[in-house]
């Protein structure tokens, strides 16, 4: 179900536009005016304003880590030696082309990182040869992912 305060500023054919984007987000908008019976351009201008107002972040291709060569991906822990150290750790970690998301989490770590490598050889090097260098960086705990069982966009 949405998000109450999102539910005030959206109705069903923008939830609609939503479900039917989040199944096949390469959707004609033509297409989709049909299957909702409403005009194209309403469809345009109901899309427009979800981005406007946030609601759709934007779009974008979704890669296989597999199929494009990452064998090994990994949800990394970080401690950091002081709090102050998260934003310019954070900051560090952005350069890192293989770290693909980074998130300031509570509990025993600051950072949580999902990593894609090539193989575990490239996973250490990232770890402990660009990571475990930067300032404030206390240690690292890693997860091997060995698949996913689903991954699904938020509930509408």
């Known amino acids: 179900m ?21 199944e096949n987000g390469r959707i004609p908008f033509s297409e989709l005016a049909k299957e909702l019976k409403v005009s194209n351009s309403l469809v345009h201008l109901r899309v427009k ?13 979704k890669l296989n880590a597999k199929t494009y060569g990452f ?3 990994t949800y990394t822990g970080i401690t950091t030696k002081e709090a102050r150290f998260s ?17 300031w989490v509570s509990g025993k770590y600051a950072l949580f990182i999902k990593i894609v490598a090539a193989n ?26 060995f698949g996913s069982a689903f991954e699904k966009n938020l509930p509408i």
């Open 87 to 103: 934003y310019s750790i954070a900051e560090q970690l952005k350069l890192i082309p293989e770290i693909v998301e980074c998130h």
């Open 49 to 61: 304003k979800l981005q406007e107002s946030g609601l759709i972040a934007g779009f974008s291709v």
């Open 120 to 145: 575990n050889e490239e996973l250490r090097k990232i770890i402990y040869e660009q990571i475990h260098i930067i300032e404030g960086v206390g240690g690292t705990d890693s997860f091997i992912s």
């Open 71 to 73: 064998e090994t991906i």
């Open 2 to 22: 949405l998000n109450s305060k999102n539910n005030e500023n959206t109705d069903y054919l923008d939830q609609e536009i939503i479900r039917k984007l989040s």
